[in-house]
């Protein structure tokens, strides 16, 4: 896919200049220079030949349309060029012009026409404002950047034209190779999203890698990148705050949710392996490139230094990742093999005048072993160590098998042939080993994703039809908060528990249904326009008899009137006080880029002040539900602590899955809490004691 | 200080052979060939002359005592040669011969006999089992290292010697020099705590680094390095989990202080910079042996590019460092003074096509303002940029002023000329930003340990000799563990509120001393043979009235008989029932290495489901206890949430230097848990409920 713009038949340069000092002249020359075997046409309004090649006045002029148009001209030129394109036949652009969208007001603007011809024509566009883009398959350099990089099986895209220039001159120095490489610049027309499925069918990218600073088509981010990752891996590196401070926060879950967990969310849910820093991101990819995936999280290490092999073992733990215990025959093979100084259980130690050929036996115990998923090799120069040459049996032992074998030579001034060895035979190098074990947790976080279980969305039996309505009736009376008594009544239309409830209006009226429910009861006052019911002393809980009942409706309807003078107050709701079970917090907020975001937390304290709360876009899986529940550090509280019975997790995780459905249902809501609900013990469900709901302003 | 070792007038080699292929060889040539200007004394049974140099059969056989003697023989013979050592006067010893202590049984036995002939003769000595050392200001190579490191002001401690082979090699294609370098082997004699103190008072290190496996006195290592560190930064990094599970856990705090959080402690409170990696051991310390102490945490960037500018900017505010906010005159100057597209606020974007000039005004704009404590440069190779030419203006602009100023040149290819130019300027230079700011952090950590007030100690009035006589009459009787009783007269002599209580005997006295305390009061077994009264049913609370004191002095006596039917039973304890407040946890265990280690946490949950505890090694300063309430998570419950009043902080601070001066006076204890603590709101105090203590057994 976007063959037009990475594997082009025929190429033209619009503003291809004769004068070596100009962008447009640097375009062509990375073009010609780095042997691209398609037909090249420079057009340039003068000029008979650049470069040595017969040069065109406009894209009309040339005989037989070029697949792919480069565009480096003034932006004000910019849109009768693509016009010009767009009728001549071309179908993919690469604007490399700056002076769009990034200066605002008329570039803007101007962006906006460029994306309307350029979807009229139905071309593909990359850019405008980027460096261009690099294809080592096609050979194709068509982009201003000073390095064309080696080949490789890493395909890189960045919002960032300047990350694209020092990628390219560190992975020079590194020999890193890539498959495909692209500036995304404004990324109008093709985006992240678009590269993302372009390239996740191709094999020639073993890994996908990212640097993303903002995500436009959140969903469709997700929705495409969980699909891609299935096969490829994908590591994103996001940077840059966006300030959440501009839509209004009135819930407790949206003050809990910032654009970083929603991120957080999205990368978790579409199998992304979220790189912290740069260096990370390239010491993941480095892995995935170059060697097989790992089958399992049982790792061996092979050292001649007992100090680094303490060192991985420890990071190896941290990261969730296991030692390998070896087999009788791996430890009798290398008891037999080894001195009888060395260490032969894990980490095997083969002592610190080993030769190449301890080495070998280590390894190649490890590989041979059953238990063992991949094997990490710790070097240390000392008397008598043979850098390269253990390189060389690293290369031997480590093709062909299934195993990912990496290495951590720790040291350089003596180190640098065997580097430049490792490197060239696809074994990645680790300056430390702990850098080694992080790339070894990103593979076996993949490894997992791609283990798990399609995905399995759950449809309730409900009644949207009543919602639609009831939001209906909510706008045309002007509001966008629900009251009380109409959040429940989503409630049940979605299928969710609730205590028994009426609205009393008089306090004889509360007397009346209080007795009817039974004793104790909680009584709350009901206004659209008092949010916080407690803050004004509106909630009194076990009230315990009939004269009790009255007495508190009078208090309640004056404290009503008493703080909020201008409150409609529809009465009070007379409510079974429930039994006491695990309070959690249910809470819906939506974010700009990825729309939903489903919180669960322990409801009070746990939530308030400690921010134990785990989020996740909806839709929600199963899966990705009994996830959530379980990754609050509270967690062992829902599981029972001091001997107390589990609490029923399949009743919160449903409720979470209705609430799920109901904001897919409704993209108009805005912000939901549930909170309390109250979940009790396994088998026995769960009750929703308050509701919030507040509907898109 | 250990001049004898570092900067001896003479050194004897013992065992320096003329066989090239021998370690005593090689470290007679690496004294030889690296200029170390004093005597050198080839010993050798046999060789007249080694290297040139006229050898001699025996120490005793030196015309002058040499100061330093370098051990390069086997082990059986190193005892009589020590002992020749030390009659003839040489103050110092390098024994790098292996067989001792690290081969267990016999080589244990041997190390001691060798210090003991070390402290006879007031010797120091470095080793056994090591790489030897190195000393860049005397020109000292006394190792086997294959490198000479190049001159710094870093001075280096391994306990592995693998690890510094690994580290000179890398150093030196790094070009990076050390003042010191030192492979601690064995550390009979000489340790870290000895180094720390040596290299302490000395300007030649800026800064010292140690790779640390364990520490042997963990008080003394704490006591010494937080002197240091007031003046010199100490950056370590500590490998290897100990298994601390041989001692038995029986307590809350032992459940949850391992041996991690001990290290945590130690370093916290002496003021070490803890690496987690090996790269950032050095990333750190390149900063502070390059650069001045940071005076601030508000920091600059200049960049030439967008992407890398938000990437520092995130990676600050993740930090707690603060972006630096331009006084109006920056402003104005850089607006006067770079291009209209230029950014002028911080971060400083100078633009892609900025040549050193640009960087010039930004930097100096930078340094100049007053709201600037330091300046991160970002460069990325673009068109136009000068890599060279702008690290010149660096060095130009950092020389001779008091803020830090570092790099982050992203790339590599190009960049080459202009790195070692940085390197040679003494500007630190990362790959990423991300290590740059990581490495202000540790600075400005530093800074803040630097800046604070010197550590008050409290020492209340209390009564040492009743807990010595009780603690005496609790071992007399064969146990450890103290009861109920005992250790609320521990809790009285050291000053602690507890609420009333005495024991009854009988249901009768029960109902007295019941009636007399007031209803409702605590009942509680009392017994020194029952640890979890509460598992057996032997605690009632709530006890209403002399009727059902009578009944539960019955219950609960003849449940402790049931389920423990060979505890003695003392009787019940009738208690005072306290009023509600926040309970929080105050526990001690003790570490094999550092001694006593307090817990603080909010108790029930917090403590045991989210392990929410903070640690600090006792003796603990009033200032160490501020910061320890205040890290748990938790500690907003104790500032008080939803309107509630705040907790008692004072009082629960007091408690904790209470139970430190108590664990400090007795280091027979354990292990002790103050659970619950109960402080009520300021100025109200605090109120032991339950204590328990354990004694060495």
Chains 1, 2 share one sequence.
């Not at 010009?84 to 962006?111: M, S, W, Y």
């Not at 115990?365 to 063992?372: E, G, I, K, Q, R």
Request: hydrophobic share 45%; with cysteine; glycine share 8%.
């Amino acid at each position: 896919m976007l063959e037009q713009i990475f594997a082009p038949k025929s190429v033209a340069v619009i503003g291809a200049s004769p004068d070596p000092t100009r962008l447009g002249h640097r375009v062509l020359k990375n073009i010609v220079d780095n042997g691209y075997s398609g037909t090249i046409y420079p057009i340039h309004p003068k000029a008979a030949t650049v470069l040595d090649l017969p040069a065109y006045p406009a894209v009309s002029a040339v005989p037989a349309p070029p697949e792919l148009a480069v565009i480096v001209i003034p932006p004000q030129l910019v849109l009768d060029v693509v016009e010009e394109c767009g009728q001549c036949g071309v179908r993919g652009l690469v604007v490399i012009t700056a002076g769009f969208k990034e200066v605002g007001g008329a570039g803007a603007e101007l962006e906006r026409a460029l994306l309307e011809i350029v979807q009229r024509y139905e071309m593909r566009m990359v850019g405008p404002n980027c460096l261009g883009i690099i294809d080592t398959v096609s050979n194709l350099n068509a982009s201003f950047a000073a390095l064309m990089p080696g080949d490789g099986e890493i395909a890189f895209m960045s919002q960032s034209g300047a990350i694209c220039t020092a990628i390219l001159d560190w992975s020079k120095s590194e020999g890193i190779g890539f498959s495909r490489f692209v500036s995304l610049g404004n990324k109008a027309d093709v985006d992240e999203v678009a590269l993302l499925k372009a390239w996740g069918d191709d094999p020639q990218n073993k890994v996908i890698l990212a640097y993303l600073e903002g995500i436009s088509d959140g969903p469709g981010f997700v929705q495409v990148a969980s699909q891609v990752t299935k096969n490829t891996p994908v590591i994103a590196i996001k940077s840059g705050t966006t300030a959440a401070g501009t839509r209004a926060i009135s819930s407790h879950t949206g003050s809990l949710a910032g654009s970083e967990s929603a991120y957080e969310a999205a990368f978790n849910q579409s199998g992304i392996i979220r790189a912290r820093t740069m260096e990370q991101l390239f010491d993941f990819a480095l892995l995935f490139a170059y060697q097989p995936l790992l089958p399992g999280p049982r790792l061996a290490i092979v050292t001649n230094a007992g100090g680094p092999g303490i060192i991985a073992t420890d990071a190896i733990e941290r990261a969730g990742l296991r030692m390998a215990e070896f087999s009788a025959a791996t430890i009798e093979y290398l008891r037999a093999n080894l001195p009888p100084t060395a260490n032969v259980f894990n980490p095997i130690d083969v002592i610190g005048d080993a030769r190449a050929d301890r080495y070998r036996v280590g390894l190649q115990a490890a590989l041979n072993d059953p238990n063992v998923d991949g094997v990490l090799v710790l070097f240390t120069p000392q008397a008598g160590s043979e850098p390269e040459e253990t390189a060389r049996v690293m290369a031997e032992l480590a093709a062909n098998q299934p195993k990912p074998v990496l290495a951590s030579y720790m040291g350089a001034w003596s180190l640098e042939p065997a580097l430049k060895l490792l490197n060239a035979d696809k074994i990645p190098n680790y300056e430390f080993p702990e850098r080694a074990v992080a790339a070894l947790q990103a593979m076996d976080q993949h490894r997992r994703w791609r283990a798990a279980e399609p995905a399995e969305y759950a449809s309730f039996d409900v009644d949207r039809e009543r919602v639609r309505q009831l939001f209906a009736e909510v706008r045309a009376s002007g509001r966008v908060e629900l009251g009380e008594i109409e959040a429940r009544e989503v409630m049940e239309a979605y299928g969710l528990r609730l205590p028994q409830s009426r609205l009393a209006r008089s306090p004889e009226e509360a007397a009346e249904i209080a007795s009817a429910i039974g004793f104790p009861v909680v009584m709350k006052i009901s206004s659209p326009d008092i949010l916080h019911k407690s803050d004004i002393g509106g909630v009194v809980v076990g009230v315990a008899d009939a004269a009790a009942a009255r007495d508190t409706y009078e208090l309640i309807d004056y404290r009503g009137r008493k703080y909020s003078p201008n409150a409609r107050i529809w009465g009070v709701l007379v409510q079974e006080m429930a039994r006491k079970g695990r309070e959690v917090l249910v809470g819906v907020s939506r974010d700009p880029q990825f729309g939903p975001l489903v919180a669960f937390g322990m409801g009070g304290i746990y939530v308030e002040v400690l921010k134990d709360v785990s989020f996740r876009l909806a839709p929600i899986s199963r899966q990705e539900v009994a996830e959530q529940v379980r990754s609050i550090r509270s967690f062992p509280l829902l599981q029972g602590v001091r001997g107390e019975a589990p609490a029923d997790l399949a009743a919160a995780e449903e409720t979470v899955l209705r609430v799920s459905q109901l904001v897919t249902d409704f993209p108009e809501i805005v912000e939901m809490d549930i909170n309390p609900l109250v979940v009790y013990n396994r088998g026995e469900g769960a009750v929703v004691l308050d509701a919030r709901i507040i509907l898109q302003g």
